[in-house]
């Protein structure tokens, strides 16, 4: 299975900020990465797919980049709103595997 | 648009089977393939296993083998998860979900559509 690793593991950040959270998968996975927002008691959203294409209806202070095994998720100025849990995933084989979180407080 | 709903949630003793339904709304029932996806109490995503709705094709992550098994039932467009010989470690909330557009096996772009979670609670 490719091991999904991300840091950090929790972050605390002021409405306004630029954040950057990174994941990095135990092989190449060339960009079949995906990026997820989740909040309590809520199913995951997808965010960006394909390590930097926004999904639909996603505000575009998200962004994402990387290839091969290295990537990052950069949230342009938080909005109160983008407070949660992040997640990746790689979509390059099977099982597909999610990063561990992380969790994005307000400072 | 394109929706999983969920069944409630469900308490089960140890070695006891579980059966959470996701009924689909929205679109051809058969387009899409329908992945399940754990997450137990204050943890991290676990994807379980995928189905195929339009031939019943199957594949389940190594760990489940021999105690998962996806269903479809096209005719109510609902899709089931089968979770037998329950231990205290299989409590968490379970979800279903698909990427719109895709039925191939491996979501390569994503889950975009999730159900609403199942809460599988085992004590």
């Known amino acids: 299975d490719i091991q999904m690793t991300q840091s950090p593991s929790s972050l605390s950040a002021s409405v306004g900020d630029r954040v950057t959270i990174t994941c990095r998968a135990s092989?190449?996975?060339?960009?079949?990465l995906n990026w997820y927002q989740q909040k309590p008691g809520r199913a995951p959203k997808l965010l960006l797919y394909?390590?930097?294409r926004l999904q639909s209806g996603v505000p575009s202070r998200f962004s994402g980049s990387g290839s091969g095994t290295d990537f990052s998720l950069t949230i342009a100025s938080l909005q109160p709103e983008d407070f949660a849990i992040y997640y990746c995933?790689?979509?390059?084989?099977?099982?597909?595997?999610f990063g561990q979180g992380t969790k994005l407080e307000i400072k | 648009q394109v929706q999983l709903v969920q069944s409630g949630a469900e308490v089960k003793k140890p070695g006891a089977s579980v059966k959470v339904s996701c009924k689909a709304s929205?679109?051809?029932?058969?387009?899409?393939?329908i992945s399940w996806v754990r997450q137990a109490p204050g943890q991290g995503l676990e994807w379980m296993g995928w189905?195929?709705?339009?031939?019943?094709?199957?594949n389940y992550r190594q760990k489940f083998q021999g105690r998962v098994t996806l269903t479809t039932d096209t005719s109510s467009t609902t899709a089931y998860m089968d979770l037998r010989s329950l231990r205290s470690d299989d409590t968490a909330v379970y979800f279903c979900?698909?990427?719109?557009?895709?039925?191939?096996?491996?979501?390569?772009?994503?889950?975009?559509?999730w159900g609403q979670g199942t809460t599988v609670s085992v004590s």
């Open positions: 995933q790689q979509g390059y084989s099977i099982p597909c595997t």
């Open positions: 979900a698909l990427r719109e557009g895709w039925a191939a096996l491996v979501p390569r772009n994503g889950m975009d559509v």
């Open positions: 929205g679109y051809t029932f058969t387009k899409y393939g």
């Open positions: 092989h190449t996975i060339d960009n079949y």
């Open positions: 394909a390590a930097s």
């Open positions: 189905i195929s709705p339009y031939n019943g094709n199957t």
